[in-house]
């Protein structure tokens, strides 16, 4: 992702500049429910690659919607959290979890974890 700009057309723009794509609102539903360690959450994500959860972990991270935690133990611990702001997602999180939900009942679809 670039640097954010300083300057957007609408504020759903930058929304979508900060938790946009297929991973990043799904990374912060995860850390929404408690602090996870980087193997944690690749269970909780099957289908991304070690390549892009990084890459996402550390755009949430520059963005201050995560922080990340290094321990000084062998082997490294490292664990991610939510911070204010990204806990601040959480009820828009409820909320678009409910609206899928809806959504997939109508069309349905399955979804394997509510």
Known sequence: MDDIKDKYNTSIELAL????????????????KGTKRFNELRKLLPNITQKML???LRELEKDKLITRKV??????????SSTKLGDDLQ???IDISKWSNEYAEIHNIEIENY
């Open 54 to 56: 990084t890459q996402q």
């Open 91 to 93: 009820n828009i999180l």
């Open 71 to 80: 321990y000084a133990e062998v082997p490294p611990r490292v664990e991610y």
């Open 17 to 32: 500049e900060l938790i946009g794509g297929k991973w990043k609102m799904i990374i912060l539903w995860h850390l929404s």
